[in-house]
């Protein structure tokens, strides 16, 4: 299954399956840390609503563990972002196919028309 390829981009760029599959992998992570950021804002809401000063005090903790995880996001993200800059680098140097894969090494050559 190393080799599969997808062509859903409706315009015959191949996509490696390890591509699709860091893609969903990254997109699952963000969006974990995202719906544990939303529980924490809205704990961070409700302790400022009560101004208990102890929950006052834990939203200091709460607000440093949702800084913590916005970096996690955009580290992701960046991750991300350059390993698919690497893909299309290793493909615009060795493949004309378009051919995208994270791991570095080209993909399956095709002939363009002339």
Not at 9 to 34: A, R, W
């Amino acid at each position: 299954m190393e080799d599969d390829t997808f062509s859903g981009l409706g315009n015959g760029t191949h996509i490696d399956s390890k591509v699709v599959q860091t893609f969903q992998k990254s997109f699952v992570q963000v969006q974990n840390i995202l719906d544990q950021n939303r529980l924490l804002i809205n704990e961070i809401n409700q302790n400022h609503e009560s101004k208990i000063p102890d929950n006052l005090s834990r939203n200091v903790g709460l607000i440093r563990e949702l800084n913590n995880n916005i970096r996690r996001v955009v580290d992701v993200y960046a991750d991300l972002s350059s390993s698919f800059t690497k893909s299309m680098d290793a493909s615009s140097e060795g493949d004309s196919s378009g051919a995208m894969r994270l791991d570095g090494k080209a993909g399956h050559k095709r002939n363009r028309p002339a």
